[in-house]
C-alpha cells in the first residue's frame, strides 16, 4: 500500500512539472509582438493556479467594468494567508500591473516571472511572498485597440489608458472615484506590502537605456526609511540590474528639448500609487519602461527588474522589517509632520546618462522648426538628478480630529483605510482648533472629475463646538497618523480638502432681502460701535466698497450674528487639549 501511494506521488508531481512546462503565454507565441486580452489573462492564471500549489488566484473586489480585480499570490509553501505569511517572517511584494492597459509590459512580464517560478528555472527565495494583480484597469483593458498609444513600438493590440469612467486611475488613491481604488485600497491594508512596483510604460524624450526607474522622493518618504532607499535600496536595485546587463536610470522627468542638461526627480504626491503607499511606510517603485524600444525588450526588461526586487528585498530582508517597524512606531508618537517641500537645486547626484544627439529639421507638416532626436548620434555623459526636497513647513499633530457624522464620502474613506476612529455616544462640547477659509483658488477645467482647489488660506481659532451624537472622534496615536495628516490637514495637495470634498461649505445657504435688511443693519450698527468704526475704516482704504452700497450692507451682514458660521467653516477640527 506504501508503495502504491509513493507511486500516485511521484506521479501526481510529474504531471504537475510536465504540464506547467507546457505553458506558453501568447508574447511568446507571437515572438514578443502580442500581449494577451483580458479574459485570456484571467483564462491563463487560473489555468496555472491549477497547475501548481506555489500559485494561488483570489477573487477581490469589484471594478468599474463589473468584474472583479484578481490578486495572484506566489510563494513556495503556498501560503496565501497574509496574517499567516507576516507572522513566518516573510517579505511580501505587490506588483500592479495594467494600471494603464496601454503600457501592458508588467502584464506579461509577471506571467513569464511566475511560469519560470513554477518550472524552477526561477528559484523564489523562501522570505518572499510575491502578491500580483495581473490587470488594475480592467475597463481600460477590455477597450482594445491597436491606435493606441501612437508613439509607443507595440506591442500590435493593447488597452486604453482610461477606465471604465475613463478616468486615470494613476491619480485616484486618495479620492478613490473608481470602484477600483477602492478594491485596491483594501487589498493593500490586507496585505501592508514591503515594497509595491506599479510597472509603467514611459513616454519624453529619446535615450538609449530601456527602462527607467521612478523610486519614492527620500525627503518626502523621510526619516529612517527616506535615508535607507536613497543610500542603499536604490542604489542595490541599480547595482543589481547592472549585472542583468541594463543601465538603470532614475525616470527621465524632463519633457523639454534636452534631458542631458538633467532634471528634478519626480514628485509623487499621494494622488499616485507610489505616493499614497509610501504614507503606509512601503517602499514604492514606478518602473517605467522606454516607449520606442520594442515590446519584446520591454517585457524582458521589466522582468529583470522584478527579479532585482526580489533578490535584493530577499537579501535585505531583516533590515527592511526593521526599518518598517520602527518609521510605524515613530509615526504613531510624532508631533509634528512635514507638508510642504520645496526642490532644492544647489543639491544633486550625478547618474551616466546614455542619450542621441537633438537637434531641429523642418516640419513635413507645418514647415517650422520641429525637435528631433538622431540616433546615429548616442552619446553618454553624467548628468545631474536633483533630488533634495527639504522640508518648508511643518504641521503639529492634534490629539484627535472630530468629523461631523455628515461628511459620511469622506468617513467612508477613512473607513475604507482601516482607520481608527469611534463615535460619540452623546452630544458633547468640546473647546477645539478650526479652520476657516479665507481665500482659495480652484482649478478652472476638470482635472479627474474635479476642480482642485489650491492656494488656500486659512485663519485658525479656539472654539467650543457642540458635537452631535454619532459624530466621529479620530485619535491620533495610530500608524494612519501620516495618512491622516496628508488628507485632513486642508493645505496640502491632495488633502480632501483640495480634492473638492467639502466644497459645500464654500456656498453660501443663507442671504437676505436688501430692502429688509437696511432697517435692520442700522439698527445693529447703532447698537455695535467697533462694526460701524470697522466699517467706516474700510470706506476710507477702499474706494471700490466706498462706491457700493450693497457691498458696505453685505459687510455688515457677513459681521453680524445672521450671517451663517458654517459659511467658509472647515468642518475637520482638531482637538489640542
Given amino acids: 500500500m506504501k508503495k502504491l501511494v509513493f507511486l500516485l506521488t511521484i506521479t501526481f508531481v510529474t504531471s504537475i512539472i510536465v504540464s506547467s512546462q507546457s505553458i506558453t503565454t501568447k508574447f511568446e507565441q507571437s515572438n514578443g509582438t502580442q500581449t494577451p486580452t483580458y479574459f485570456e ?83 523564489i527565495p523562501d522570505n ?22 501612437v508613439d509607443q513600438d507595440g506591442p500590435e493590440e493593447f488597452g486604453f489608458r482610461g477606465n471604465s469612467q475613463n478616468l486615470d486611475l494613476n491619480r485616484d488613491f486618495i479620492k478613490c472615484d473608481s470602484k477600483e481604488a477602492k478594491a485596491f485600497i483594501e487589498i493593500f491594508h490586507l496585505l501592508d506590502p514591503d515594497v509595491l512596483v506599479d510597472n509603467h510604460v514611459s513616454n519624453g524624450a529619446d535615450y ?13 518618504l523621510g526619516g529612517e526609511m527616506g535615508e535607507y532607499l536613497s543610500t542603499q535600496f536604490e542604489p542595490g536595485i541599480y547595482a543589481t540590474m547592472k549585472k542583468k546587463g541594463y543601465d538603470l536610470i532614475p525616470y527621465v522627468n524632463s519633457f523639454g528639448d534636452t534631458p542631458e542638461n538633467g ?48 533578490e535584493f528585498v530577499s537579501k535585505n530582508s531583516e533590515q527592511i522589517k526593521k526599518i518598517r517597524n520602527q518609521s510605524k512606531q515613530t509615526l504613531k508618537s510624532a508631533i509634528e509632520f512635514p507638508i510642504k517641500w520645496d526642490l532644492d537645486k544647489s543639491k544633486y547626484k550625478q547618474v551616466l546618462y546614455k542619450g542621441f544627439e537633438s537637434g531641429y529639421k523642418p516640419s513635413e507638416v507645418s514647415g517650422l522648426p520641429r525637435l528631433f532626436y538622431d540616433r546615429n548620434k548616442p552619446f553618454q555623459k553624467m548628468i545631474n538628478i536633483y533630488n533634495y526636497y527639504p522640508v518648508t513647513e511643518i504641521a503639529s499633530k492634534p490629539k484627535a480630529y472630530i468629523i461631523p457624522q455628515g461628511w459620511w464620502k469622506v468617513i467612508d474613506l477613512l473607513k475604507l483605510n482601516k482607520i481608527e476612529m469611534s463615535q460619540f455616544k452623546k452630544d458633547t ?89 437696511e432697517d435692520i443693519a442700522a439698527a445693529y450698527l447703532k447698537n455695535n460701535a467697533e462694526l460701524k468704526i470697522k466699517l467706516d475704516q474700510k470706506i476710507k482704504s477702499d474706494s471700490a466698497f466706498a462706491k457700493n452700497g450693497r457691498a ?25 487639549k
Fill in 41 to 123: 489573462i484571467i483564462d491563463w492564471w487560473k489555468k496555472l493556479d491549477e497547475k501548481s500549489g506555489k500559485v494561488k488566484m483570489l477573487t477581490m473586489g469589484m471594478t468599474d467594468a463589473g468584474y472583479p480585480l484578481h490578486l495572484i499570490v506566489v510563494g513556495n509553501n503556498g501560503d496565501y494567508n497574509f496574517e499567516n505569511i507576516r507572522k513566518n517572517n516573510k517579505r511580501i511584494i505587490l506588483i500592479n500591473n495594467g494600471i494603464h492597459p496601454g503600457e501592458p509590459d508588467g502584464i506579461d512580464a509577471s506571467m513569464l516571472l511566475v511560469r519560470d517560478i513554477v518550472q524552477n528555472k526561477y528559484k
Fill in 128 to 149: 518572499i511572498v510575491l502578491a500580483f494583480i495581473p490587470v488594475y484597469n480592467i475597463g481600460g483593458c477590455l477597450n482594445r485597440s491597436a491606435n493606441f498609444r
Fill in 208 to 220: 538609449q537605456h530601456i527602462i527607467t526607474l521612478l523610486t519614492t522622493q527620500h525627503n518626502k
Fill in 429 to 517: 462640547t468640546i473647546e477645539v482648533e478650526s479652520y476657516k477659509i479665507e481665500d482659495y483658488k480652484t482649478m478652472p477645467r476638470q482635472y479627474e472629475m474635479h476642480h482642485l482647489n489650491y492656494e488656500l488660506k486659512t485663519s485658525k481659532s479656539l472654539q467650543k463646538i457642540s458635537f452631535k451624537k454619532g459624530d466621529w472622534l479620530i485619535p491620533l496615536n495610530q500608524i494612519a497618523n501620516r495618512f491622516l495628516i496628508e488628507t485632513l490637514e486642508p493645505h496640502n495637495q491632495d488633502s480632501y480638502f483640495s480634492w473638492n470634498f467639502f466644497d459645500a461649505i464654500l456656498g453660501q445657504k443663507e442671504g437676505y432681502s436688501a430692502y429688509v435688511f
Fill in 263 to 310: 532634471w528634478p526627480e519626480y514628485w509623487d504626491s499621494p494622488r499616485y500609487s507610489s505616493g499614497f503607499a509610501a504614507l503606509w511606510n512601503t517602499f514604492s517603485f514606478v518602473p517605467e519602461t522606454h516607449m520606442l524600444k520594442s515590446y519584446n525588450l520591454r517585457v524582458k526588461a521589466t522582468y529583470s527588474l522584478m527579479q532585482s526586487f526580489i
Fill in 552 to 576: 458696505q450692507l453685505n459687510f455688515v451682514y457677513q459681521n453680524s450674528p445672521w450671517f451663517e458660521p458654517a459659511y467658509n467653516q472647515y468642518p475637520v477640527y482638531r482637538v489640542i
